[in-house]
């Protein structure tokens, strides 16, 4: 941030910023600290106007390289809604849709390299893609995208090595091209780093259900045996993949650290298997170990990236093993320094995997059925949703529970003995009432048991509700009874912006559950009234603001706002005393606990 300024003076529009966009997108994800935000969102504002064209971008180029920005945009759009943002996503839509192609199908890299693909052009265009198809519903382009990543594995894959060449022409004309099979020379290892993240990174969007899914898995594992294979002794790679005990060449950083990403959050998502994960912590100790230094003015600095790899042009680049050393091995190179952020942040989100391991949380969104009309005309579900990025969604919520392995799914229908049986942890928040949804469902006596009984075998239940007239309470109230709590029909901590401090409580030292947080923001508190087996888990100024209850071998866990949601968890827009973000891990942390252990 201190290296590349988020000004209009010094912004770029190039794939390398993108890189380093995406790694403190990661940060601000793992931290809920807005200066991260703020960062990405004051960096594409200085290249997106208010139409939403982009400073110095030339559709003309056709160059897979200049998509790759596209996905701050996309996340800004997510969570701000701004309609130049969606102006910008067109353009770069239109210039796929438009992207030249070889006669196979796959795009080409640049309108200049005719008839070839890189692997490069994978992560710079293909992930941008996938994301868009996911958020517009798009679902037709899955086809072309599975294909993209299938037909240049099938023309690059060394079945020897399992490792990929950098490129491939399909006219096989090029002077850099094997005139038999059109290959580049060598396993350039930071393309076969591009291409690794951008398999892990689609995978998250690809439906779960699409026919050639478990192809790109199945090409994933393919790659990370041979990524395993070679890495190096001390954990890191070289930059000519399979030639590292010949003369020149050297560990390079940037390719360490894609290749630690890539593991990492293979293993993480269950697109690997665990036995990865050793490969990726020995890789990213490595990494900091040799290329990571910190400056007499505590910058901290990356070593090792080689500046650029390519093929062809002016001058020429012949792709021989005596180029790739040719090129500059440089200090904080953006693709290098982007991909360490990432890769750190995959390493941290290992830390807590295995406490919630095969665990899963089901959010209702049957009781809360809210929906609404999108920027596009379309009826969707909102409000404290999984993927909602926006101040009403729970994705940081979300986040959080996937940090610490526990799978998030949703339960669109009522909750019956057989449905909850799928989770572990069940997740009511604030039960529709008719001013928000006119079909407004209640919590009736068939589900009261399905969810007492559940409980009672284990389950952890978990109930942010609202205040008085923002709430459904009686229906509410006659499951929590069971467990010995009862919502109060009152409100406190009225809040008027920014009179911040009237929505603060302050948690004592020693709370059962908020082991690091110690001030939160909760405005609007419905209060409780606890009997046995019920009692407070947090209490101020009187009132019983939480409230648990152990009931057979499960758990339940109530309180009268439903404050874990993203306007007050991002960081964007409460004072840096308050601690939601880190309450929300503490929550999480405890709620796992509870699930008894099989």
Same mark, same amino acid.
């Given at each position: 941030?201190?290296?590349?300024?988020?000004?209009?003076?010094?912004?770029?529009?190039?794939?390398?910023?993108?890189?380093?966009?995406?790694?403190?997108?990661?940060?601000?994800?793992?931290?809920?600290?807005?200066?991260?935000?703020?960062?990405?969102?004051?960096?594409?504002?200085?290249?997106?106007?208010?139409?939403?064209?982009?400073?110095?971008? /030339?559709?003309?180029?056709?160059?897979?390289?200049?998509?790759?920005?596209?996905?701050?945009?996309?996340?800004?759009?997510?969570?701000?809604?701004?309609?130049?943002?969606?102006?910008?996503?067109?353009?770069?839509?239109?210039?796929?849709?438009? *992207?030249?192609?070889?006669?196979?199908?796959?795009?080409?890299?640049?309108?200049?390299?005719?008839?070839?693909?890189?692997?490069?052009?994978?992560?710079?265009?293909?992930?941008?893609?996938?994301?868009?198809?996911?958020?517009?519903?798009?679902?037709?382009?899955?086809?072309?995208?599975?294909? *993209?990543?299938?037909?240049?594995?099938?023309?690059?894959?060394?079945?020897?090595?399992?490792?990929?060449?950098?490129?491939?022409?399909?006219?096989?004309?090029?002077?850099?091209?094997?005139?038999?099979?059109?290959?580049?020379?060598?396993?350039?290892?930071?393309?076969?780093?591009?291409?690794?993240?951008?398999?892990?990174?689609?995978?998250?969007?690809?439906?779960?259900?699409?026919?050639?899914?478990?192809?790109?898995?199945?090409?994933?594992?393919?790659?990370?045996?041979?990524?395993?294979?070679?890495?190096?002794?001390?954990?890191?790679?070289?930059?000519?993949?399979?030639?590292? /005990?010949?003369?020149?060449?050297?560990?390079?950083?940037?390719?360490?650290?894609?290749?630690?990403?890539?593991?990492?959050?293979?293993?993480?998502?269950?697109?690997?298997?665990?036995?990865?994960?050793?490969?990726?912590?020995?890789?990213?100790?490595?990494?900091?170990?040799?290329?990571?230094?910190?400056?007499?003015?505590?910058?901290?600095?990356?070593?090792?990236?080689?500046?650029?790899?390519?093929?062809?042009?002016?001058?020429?680049?012949?792709?021989?093993?005596?180029?790739?050393?040719?090129?500059?091995?440089?200090?904080?190179?953006?693709?290098?320094?982007?991909?360490?952020? *990432?890769?750190?942040?995959?390493?941290?989100?290992?830390?807590?995997?295995?406490?919630?391991?095969?665990?899963?949380?089901?959010?209702?969104?049957?009781?809360?059925?809210?929906?609404? /009309?999108?920027?596009?005309?379309?009826?969707?579900?909102?409000?404290?949703?999984?993927?909602?990025?926006?101040?009403?969604?729970?994705?940081?919520?979300?986040?959080?529970?996937?940090?610490?392995?526990?799978?998030?799914?949703?339960?669109?229908?009522?909750?019956?003995?057989?449905?909850?049986?799928?989770?572990?942890?069940?997740?009511?928040?604030?039960?529709?009432?008719?001013?928000?949804?006119?079909?407004?469902?209640?919590?009736?006596?068939?589900?009261?048991?399905?969810?007492?009984?559940?409980?009672?075998?284990?389950?952890?239940?978990?109930?942010?509700?609202?205040?008085?007239?923002?709430?459904?309470?009686?229906?509410?109230?006659?499951?929590?009874?069971?467990?010995?709590?009862?919502?109060?029909?009152?409100?406190?901590?009225?809040?008027?912006?920014?009179?911040?401090?009237?929505?603060?409580?302050?948690?004592?030292?020693?709370?059962?559950?908020?082991?690091?947080?110690?001030?939160?923001?909760?405005?609007?508190?419905?209060?409780?009234?606890?009997?046995?087996?019920?009692?407070?888990?947090?209490?101020?100024?009187?009132?019983?603001?939480?409230?648990?209850?152990?009931?057979?071998?499960?758990?339940?866990?109530?309180?009268?706002?439903?404050?874990?949601?993203?306007?007050?968890?991002?960081?964007?827009?409460?004072?840096?005393?308050?601690?939601?973000?880190?309450?929300?891990?503490?929550?999480?942390?405890?709620?796992?606990? *509870?699930?008894?252990?099989?």
């Amino acid at each position: 941030m201190k290296l590349w300024k988020d000004s209009t003076a010094t912004a770029r529009w190039t794939y390398d910023e993108g890189v380093v966009l995406k790694g403190i997108e990661g940060v601000w994800q793992q931290t809920g600290d807005k200066k991260y935000f703020n960062y990405i969102h004051n960096y594409i504002d200085a290249l997106v106007g208010p139409d939403g064209t982009i400073k110095g971008y /030339k559709k003309e180029d056709y160059s897979l390289d200049n998509v790759l920005c596209g996905r701050s945009v996309l996340m800004l759009y997510n969570v701000l809604g701004k309609e130049n943002y969606y102006k910008t996503l067109q353009i770069l839509r239109g210039q796929l849709k438009d *992207q030249p192609r070889v006669p196979e199908g796959g795009f080409f890299h640049k309108n200049k390299y005719t008839n070839q693909m890189w692997l490069d052009g994978l992560y710079m265009g293909d992930v941008f893609y996938t994301e868009y198809a996911a958020n517009f519903n798009e679902t037709k382009d899955f086809d072309d995208i599975a294909n *993209q990543f299938i037909l240049i594995e099938q023309h690059t894959r060394d079945s020897k090595t399992g490792l990929l060449y950098h490129a491939w022409d399909e006219s096989h004309k090029e002077k850099w091209a094997d005139p038999k099979t059109g290959l580049s020379a060598n396993f350039w290892a930071r393309a076969d780093g591009w291409y690794a993240m951008a398999l892990v990174d689609v995978l998250d969007k690809f439906p779960l259900n699409h026919p050639k899914r478990p192809e790109l898995v199945a090409i994933l594992n393919r790659l990370a045996t041979a990524i395993q294979q070679y890495q190096a002794p001390d954990g890191l790679w070289y930059e000519v993949m399979d030639k590292a /005990k010949e003369k020149g060449n050297y560990e390079e950083a940037s390719a360490s650290c894609m290749f630690v990403y890539a593991l990492a959050k293979g293993v993480r998502q269950s697109y690997l298997p665990a036995s990865f994960a050793p490969a990726a912590q020995k890789g990213y100790r490595a990494i900091v170990n040799k290329f990571i230094e910190t400056d007499a003015n505590g910058q901290v600095n990356l070593n090792g990236t080689v500046s650029v790899g390519g093929l062809g042009g002016n001058p020429y680049r012949d792709g021989s093993y005596a180029y790739y050393l040719s090129e500059k091995v440089v200090q904080n190179d953006p693709k290098g320094v982007g991909a360490f952020i *990432q890769a750190s942040v995959e390493i941290e989100r290992l830390a807590h995997l295995t406490e919630g391991a095969a665990k899963t949380v089901l959010l209702d969104s049957y009781f809360n059925d809210e929906h609404k /009309k999108n920027s596009l005309g379309n009826t969707i579900s909102y409000h404290y949703k999984w993927d909602e990025m926006d101040n009403d969604g729970f994705s940081f919520f979300g986040h959080v529970f996937n940090n610490y392995g526990v799978k998030t799914n949703t339960l669109y229908e009522a909750p019956t003995a057989a449905n909850l049986k799928k989770a572990n942890i069940y997740l009511i928040v604030d039960p529709d009432i008719p001013k928000e949804n006119p079909n407004a469902k209640y919590i009736e006596e068939p589900h009261i048991k399905a969810i007492s009984d559940w409980v009672r075998d284990g389950g952890v239940l978990v109930v942010l509700n609202n205040d008085t007239g923002n709430a459904e309470f009686a229906h509410l109230n006659n499951l929590l009874t069971k467990f010995g709590i009862k919502f109060n029909l009152d409100s406190r901590n009225h809040v008027t912006t920014p009179h911040f401090e009237t929505g603060a409580i302050n948690i004592p030292p020693g709370n059962e559950i908020f082991k690091t947080a110690k001030k939160v923001y909760i405005k609007e508190i419905a209060t409780l009234a606890v009997t046995p087996p019920a009692r407070s888990a947090l209490t101020d100024k009187g009132d019983v603001i939480i409230a648990v209850a152990k009931y057979g071998k499960g758990t339940v866990f109530a309180v009268g706002d439903p404050w874990f949601y993203n306007e007050y968890t991002d960081g964007r827009k409460l004072p840096d005393d308050y601690q939601n973000f880190a309450a929300a891990n503490d929550l999480v942390s405890w709620l796992v606990a *509870q699930v008894p252990q099989k």
